[in-house]
């Protein structure tokens, strides 16, 4: 069963506020530099950084990766997003940026 994409981006930002992570939307980049967004520890508090002009798919593939990184185990999620994050856990390690 697939999730709509807003549906699928509303249940991490959920996720990112349970975990007391700020998802901070900014313009990321130009021309010449471009950065697409990730977790990023700021004076110990954990931030996810995106361009609210990407995607929403690559959104989701920002969030998804970086809340993989963290204990959800005792937090109630949906089984796809449950699903998608433990995909996330299994490709990749931890998705902290250096800030």
Do not use: W
Request: hydrophobic share 40%.
């Amino acid at each position: 069963m697939n999730m709509q994409p807003i549906k699928v981006m509303e249940s991490l930002e959920n996720l990112a506020e349970k975990l007391g992570v700020e998802i901070v939307y900014e313009k990321l980049g130009d021309e010449e530099f471009s950065v697409r967004g990730g977790l990023c520890k700021v004076q110990k508090t954990y931030k996810i950084f995106m361009t609210r002009s990407e995607p929403v798919d690559s959104q989701i593939k920002i969030l998804v990766r970086a809340l993989s990184s963290f204990n959800t185990e005792d937090i109630y999620l949906l089984p796809f997003i449950r699903e998608i994050l433990e995909m996330a856990r299994k490709k990749e390690g931890t998705s902290l940026i250096p800030c």
